[in-house]
Structure formats: C-alpha cells, structure tokens
C-alpha cells in the first residue's frame, strides 16, 4: 500500500514558476513509476508527465514539455514536478499517482493504481 501527498500548490502569475512535491509512504516506492496528472474545471483528468522508478525514463505530455520537468528522489520518496512558464491554461488541480508495475512510464489513468488528493495550482493571466 502507497499513500500519496501532494504540496507546493498556489498562484501564480503567467510566465512564473512552481514546483510540486509528492511524498509517498510505503517501503517499495522506489520501485514504482511515479506520474503526474491534472483536471481542469469541466474537464477530464489528463496526464502531465511520469518517470520510471530508475530514472531512466521519462514521458511528458506535449503540452508541457520543455516547460515541466519531473524528478524523484528515492531516498526521500518524493518525486517533484518543476513547473515553469506556467501559462492561464495550466489552471487545474494536480495530482500525484504511483504504477506499481515495472513497466515503462504510461499516460493513462487507469494504469495507475495509487492517487493522492490533489493540489490546486492557479495561473493568473
């Protein structure tokens, strides 16, 4: 069992930046791939970007990328999204999410088997 928190949330203006932290409890969480995901106001929860549990390997979403990164630190077991040139349609609640399987990173939610509760991020225009 892996329980997930989120943090680092807020507003922001346009341009700026912000960098979330997930904190998972759970002796095998440096053996899961570890993803992040967002839900807009009226709309479906999307992927944002996941990480292999090595480091190996990363996958982002097109919208993000080259503006987000996401990194990990086993030894904490917290994974970060660095969030920059965030933009008014980045406005979502985020969330954190754990695969359990050792397979590589995948942008679908169902692929995922453990959720934290979210953190509002807001980018004002």
């Known amino acids: 069992q892996v329980q997930l928190e989120e943090s680092g949330g807020g507003l922001v203006q346009a341009g700026g930046s912000l960098r979330l932290a997930c904190a998972a409890s759970?002796?095998?969480?440096?053996?899961?791939?570890m993803g992040w995901f967002r839900q807009a106001p009226g709309k479906e929860r999307e992927f944002v970007a996941a990480?292999?549990?090595?480091?190996?390997?990363?996958y982002y979403a097109d919208s993000v990328k080259g503006r987000f990164t996401i990194s990990r630190d086993n030894a904490k077991n917290t994974v970060y999204l660095q969030m920059n040139s965030l933009k008014p349609e980045d406005t979502a609640v985020y969330y954190c999410?754990?695969?359990?399987?050792?397979?590589?990173?995948?942008?679908?939610?169902?692929?995922?088997?453990?959720w934290g509760r979210g953190t509002q991020v807001t980018v004002s225009s």
């Open positions: 999410a754990a695969d359990r399987t050792d397979l590589p990173p995948r942008r679908w939610s169902w692929a995922y088997d453990y």
């Open positions: 759970g002796r095998t969480f440096s053996t899961y791939t």
């Open positions: 990480m292999r549990w090595s480091g190996s390997s990363t």
